[in-house]
Every structure is written in C-alpha cells, then in structure tokens.
C-alpha cells in the first residue's frame, strides 16, 4: 500500500472506501508539475554576485537530490547548487546550498558536464587554462590530493572535484593537443567507472580538426597512461570534422562500449569498445539540413541504443537505430517535426522522447513523444507541459535536462528579468539579471498491482495450484489460513487468492509499530527496507473481505490508517484494480 509521503496531508489525501476501493494518495498525472518537488513550482537559485548567470549542467545524484552547474559571462567564476529531492537547499553545501568557486585558473566555460563519484563527491567538467592565471591554484590542492593541481597545464580537459561540503578536494587537468595553443576542448559526459576510474567524452581541436576524445583518469585523477596516449584517446578517422554534443554508454552494445554524438556539416556517430578501440562497423556520418544557419547542438541516447539528434532552436528529430543507421522509419521519411523549438531532449526507460524548449512566444516546455514519433497525448495538456514562470521574472530558457529512475523530468536553465520593461521581483535580481532555475515534472502514475484482482474460481474446493508469487516470499509467514479464513461446512465457491503489500512510509518519518487485520484477524507484519504484510483468503466463501492497516510513528505523529475490500468469487470488473 503507498500511503501519502506527508503525514499532515493524510486526511485529506485518502478516499472514501467502495466495495473495492482503498484510502491512496491522489497521485499528479505524466508531465503535471511535481507538487513533491518546491510546492510544485520551479526552485530558483540566486547564485551570488551580480550580472547574468548560465545554468548549464545537472545530475541526478543516487539519493535524489539535484546537482546544478553555473557560470558567469565573465568565466570569473564557477557556481554550483545542491537541491534536495524536495527542491530545498541543501544546507550543509557550501552557504545555503550553493557554492562560488573563483579560484580556478583560467576558467573558461561554466560546468559542462557533472557526475557523482561512487564516494559522493561532484565531479565538475569545465574548459580552463592555467597559464592564463598562474598562481591562482597555489594552496588550493594539497599536496597527494585527487588530480594534478597543476595550475602550469593548459586544461583542454579540466575535471573539478569537490566533496559533500562544497569544498575542492582536487583538480585534474588533461591537454589533449600539447602543440597546440589552443584551449578549446568541449566535454560532454563525465562517467566514473566501477573501478574507480573516471571516463571522460567530449571533442577538442588538434591538428586543425576537431575530433572526438576520450580520456580515462586514475583513481587517483590521474590520467592512466594505459590508456590511448598517455591516457588520451584521439579519433582521427572521423569521417567529417565533429564536434561532440552528447555521450554516454550505450545499452544493449559491446559491454562497457561508449557513443560520442556529433555535429560538423554532418551528423556523426561514432562507438568505442571497453578496450579504447573504435568500433569501426558501428555509426558514421549522415547528412541533415541545417534550419537557419544553426546547427544541431543536442542529441540523447536512448534505453534501446538508438540515438536521437535535434536542431538547436530547431524542431527537426532524426533518430539513428542501435545498430548505428539513420531510422528512415521514424516519421515521414526518417524526419520528425516537433511543436516545439528543441533545447534538450532526455528518452525515458519506456523508449517515449521528452524534449525541452520553448514556443515562438518564448514559453518553456516540455513535450513528450512516442517512440513512433508521434504526440503523446496523455503527457501534460495534449502532450506538452507549459513550465510555470515565477513572479517577478520574464523569461525561463532550458539549458540543462535529465530523468530520474522514476521517470520523473528535472529541466535547468536561466530565469531573467528582463529590463524591457523592469518588472517586481520576487528574488533580488537586477534588470538584465538572471538567476538559475531547477523544475520537476511527475512521471507516469505506476501501473496497478495485480495481485489485488479478484478471483473467478466456482468449484467447490481447490483443484490448481495457486499461481507462483513473482517476488520472493517473505522470512516470516503470514498466520495459517486455518486459524485467520476458518472454511464453512458447504460452500459454494471457495476464494484461491493469497498476495503481499507493502507499506510506504512517508519521506522523513519513522514507523514505530504496524498492524495489519484481515476480517478483524490481525497477520504478521515482516520489517525490512519496506514494512510488508502476507495476506491469505485462501478458504473464504462468496462476499467481502476487509483488510484493515494501522502504522504508528514517531514522534507523536498521527498514525497513517487504510482500508481495503476485496470481494470473492466474483468476476474482475474493468479497471476494479486499486491503484497502491
């Protein structure tokens, strides 16, 4: 049984019970905004200092709090924000959940790429040079500390890492082209690796071209020499200058393969084997139109392997199969036309895509799209979610998106006041100013647990097993259906049905004590990672059966309460199944 996360909405979260309904938590419909997340509304981050400010990156850390990555126009300084899974600050971060690093020399971009590493520290990808500031890092790295801490070392690939607290426990800096004057590198994945090791994806320009690179850094954050060239590894076979947009692991590929996706006056895809190797069978280059003059600046990977590419400010999606083809069978002629201008695209587990952008009144949105292609209707308001615009601010642009394992959407990006006319600000930002935004939107409601359907057994005793649970079975058994279901003499129709649920207990509260009653006969309730209970009406006759759930907390909290009716030895209606 889920009940409610907040105990103080309890009341009025539970419904009325029918003959087979149950007190459950009114849950937000795909694409509604999270009210679990800030009220429902987007959280705004007024990262310190003045002038305009650009959210550019976020993860989803394995707690569910949100990470976001920032910098200013000025690249003087590098922001960084720590949201928890309510949307709150998390305090212990830095002041108020954010942190300003100006330290870093010869910063050059905000936070490109982020990650969490396996100990839950904040990997950082930024471009920076420290021959442009030297000095600047004299300090700041102790001496044996992760990564380099060379503040001499041109940075094409700079990785930041900083721990719990917000504080910068090291650096790691990577010159991919040491010939070259050039600081230009563009990373677009940071993935650390069950080893420890830390793989990074982007592209950088050597030798006059631009290609894509990898890089694979110690443990220690130091590059690992095994590794391509002293722990950098060039693709100079691209088939056309690409510069990198999107990476990460493909599913379903070599195991431990990889995908860098690119643009250049081609779409470029390329696979690379565990061992470092290009996958020379795998992608290549396909052709697109640009759409006026822009090029194409976002692509996903998506569960099943395939890759989808979109214009920036564009509409246009094409999709590349698993098997690394352009998919003429998507859309109309391998083309589709979505009814927003495309910032950032995510692809949910069940295959659906979910863009992020805005319309051509400068609206932020979020449309979700079939894996055929075509609108999912059932998302948002006819599959497009308008994002709320908080008081006082003008404009949200999406720069940053991800899902969550339980489908729900997180979209980042910049929220401005736009001087033209100045307007009243719920948060201090200046005319012209900006602050950063972070918004959740639900996922898909679960499905119904089956195993609360009724049974259609007439017979007179059992005469088939019952069907074979589909989790394990739990340590403690449930009381004997003899003593709880006691069988009358005669009978017509006796029920076969016996099943488990499991009880939610709201985010922050303890449950001290739960009772579980089936007819007024209380059954034994096995603790665990969840609160579970084995219900038997293996034996009862043609009627009703009341399941009735009590849990306790702590701290002198209301008790959590539900009900549940199950009839027997009657057909399952359409849709009877109550949602837990």
């Given amino acids: 049984m889920h009940l409610p996360r907040h105990p103080a909405a309890i009341a009025a979260s539970m419904l009325a019970v029918g003959a087979l309904g149950t007190g459950v938590a009114l849950a937000a419909a795909a694409g509604d905004a999270d009210p679990d997340f800030n009220g429902g509304a987007p959280a705004l981050i007024d990262f310190p200092g003045s002038g305009t400010h650009s959210l550019q990156a976020l993860t989803v850390a394995p707690d569910g709090s949100i990470f976001a990555g920032a910098g200013g126009f000025d690249r003087s300084s590098l922001w960084l924000a720590h949201l928890s899974d309510s949307g709150a600050p998390v305090a212990g971060f830095g002041t108020d959940g954010v942190v300003t690093d100006d330290a870093i020399a010869g910063l050059a971009t905000p936070a490109e ?38 503040d001499g070392l041109r940075g094409d690939f700079t990785v930041e890492r ?15 082209d040491p010939t070259s004057s050039f600081s230009d590198a563009t990373m677009v994945a940071i993935l650390p690796q069950a080893d420890g090791t830390t793989l990074l994806l982007g592209s950088a320009y050597v030798d006059g071209h631009e290609r894509f690179v990898r890089v694979l850094l110690g443990a220690d954050g130091v590059p690992v020499a095994s590794f391509g060239d002293d722990g950098v590894a060039i693709d100079t076979g691209n088939p056309d200058e690409a510069y990198a947009i999107a990476g990460g692991y493909q599913a379903g590929g070599p195991a431990g393969s990889v995908l860098i996706a690119g643009i250049g006056e081609q779409l470029v895809l390329r696979r690379y084997l565990a061992d470092g190797s290009v996958d020379a069978s795998f992608g290549g280059a396909f052709a697109h139109e640009p759409f006026g003059g822009t090029a194409i600046k976002t692509a996903a990977i998506a569960p099943d392997g395939s890759t989808y590419f979109s214009m920036n400010f564009g509409d246009e999606i094409q999709r590349v199969t698993a098997a690394g083809q352009r998919d003429a ?27 992020a952008g805005a319309d051509r009144s ?51 990006g910049d929220a401005v006041n736009d001087p033209e006319p100045p307007r009243a600000r719920a948060v201090a930002v200046d005319p012209g ?62 029920s076969r049905r016996s099943f488990k649920i499991r009880l939610r207990i709201p985010r922050g509260a303890v449950a001290t004590s739960a009772t579980v009653k089936v007819n ?43 009900t549940r009716v199950y009839r027997t030895c009657v057909p399952k209606r359409s849709g009877s199944a109550p949602r837990l």
């Fill in 362 to 412: 400068g609206r932020t949105l979020v449309e979700r799209l079939n894996a055929d292609g075509t609108p999912d209707t059932t998302y948002g308001d006819g599959g497009i979610r308008t994002l709320p615009l908080p008081d006082g601010l003008t404009e949200m642009t999406p720069r940053a998106f991800a899902i969550q394992p339980d489908g729900k959407a997180v979209v980042g």
């Fill in 113 to 150: 790429a982020l990650a969490v590493a396996g100990d839950g520290d904040l990997l950082v990808g930024v471009r920076a040079d420290g021959t442009e500031a030297t000095g600047y890092l004299a300090g700041k790295v102790a001496a044996g500390a992760w990564g380099t801490g060379d």
């Fill in 162 to 176: 900083y721990d719990a607290s917000g504080t910068r426990v090291g650096e790691s800096r990577v010159d991919i």
């Fill in 433 to 494: 100013g900006s602050v950063g935004f972070v918004a959740r939107l639900s996922g898909d409601p679960k499905p119904p647990v089956t195993t609360t359907t009724t049974d259609t057994t007439t017979t007179t005793a059992d005469t088939t097993p019952a069907p074979a649970p589909t989790t394990p079975a739990p340590a403690a058994q449930p009381v004997a259906a003899a003593s709880a279901n006691p069988l009358p003499a005669t009978t017509s129709c006796v």
């Fill in 329 to 355: 069978s998507y859309g109309t002629g391998g083309v589709v036309r979505a009814d927003i201008f495309v910032f950032r695209m995510a692809v949910q587990a069940d295959g659906k895509l979910l863009l």
């Fill in 520 to 562: 007024g006969k209380q059954v034994k309730v096995v603790k665990g990672s969840r609160l579970r209970a084995a219900i038997d009406l293996r034996g009862l006759p043609k009627g009703k059966a009341t399941i009735s759930i009590v849990v306790k907390l702590a701290g002198g909290k209301k008790p959590l309460t539900g």
